[in-house]
């Protein structure tokens, strides 16, 4: 009966989960039908096959979905810096420096309180945000871009903070009232994710100021998508082997070791989904520091 258990379970992988999906049944027909009794009907099996073919459909490779989940409007606070017009921070703690004060981050850049920043893994990602007050707030939400973190003040003790550009605070407002909207100080808002879109923009790999042949680090610019990154990996151009980077603070990861020696492959996790992108030979052999290295890839919004 201990091979009819078996034979059993595998002919029923065989029928409903065909093709690609099987090694992935075939995993878990290994671990489980060692469990196999003597006493099992095949009434017994069929059902037993049934709950773990559910499941297998939920962590089957194939079936993942790489796309952020449905958001939904959620209540924040938020409020305003810099000129009443500006475009926000110079740099922040993401560590953009000047790109914050270019299209197509330009007026549209934010700072966030902890719970969002998340010590620097919230760096890049979207945000729609509206404000509620009829008599003087649009419908119209504006999309900002996570480039700075506002640790104190309306922004401690746990909340769901905004602080915008004045600019950004601006268009949350009806024709001819931004003015007045950025005199109530801070407001009620809601806010939900978005997915990041830079139109004719490829991602792009910063090397930072102080890279060496021993110390490499790299900020990630203009990823479509979640906009965030979970991990990143480098590869020389002798090696098949990915050497894995540690995240140092915002938005830039390194490693040390060496001499390290390009051109560079680089292959970057998202953090919200887990999409990964690998730009071959990005990083020239000839690399410099505070360079940016434009790949021919992105992510799908």
Known sequence: MQRSCRQTFLLLSSLFFPGEVRPAVKFYSQTYTMQCQPEYSVSQVLTFFLLLAFKCS???????????????????????????????????????????????????????????????????VCYKVRCLDKSICSRRAVTIIVTDECPGGYCSNGRTHF???????????????????????????????????????????????????????????????????????????????WLQMNHVWGANWCIIGGPLKGPFSVKL???STGRTLSARAVIPTNWSPKATYTSRLNFSP
């Open 163 to 241: 602080d915008l550009s004045g600019s950004a605070f601006g268009r949350m407002a009806i024709a001819g009232e931004s003015g007045q909207l950025r005199n109530r100080g801070e407001l009620p808002v809601i806010y939900r994710r978005a997915p990041c879109k830079y139109p004719g923009k490829n991602i792009a790999f910063h090397v930072n100021e102080g890279s060496t042949d021993y110390w490499l680090s790299l900020l990630v610019e203009f990823e479509d998508g979640d906009g965030d990154v979970g991990s990143m990996h480098i590869r020389e151009a002798s090696s098949s082997e």
């Open 269 to 271: 996790t998202t953090l």
């Open 58 to 124: 939920v962590v089957a490779p194939t079936q993942l979905n790489h796309q952020l989940p449905e958001p939904h409007w959620l209540p924040a606070t938020a409020t305003w810096y810099g000129s009443p017009d500006g475009d926000g921070s110079d740099g922040g703690a993401c560590g953009y420096g000047s790109l914050v004060d270019v299209k197509p981050l330009k007026a549209r850049v934010g700072a966030v309180s902890p719970v969002l920043f998340k010590n620097g893994g919230g760096c890049g």
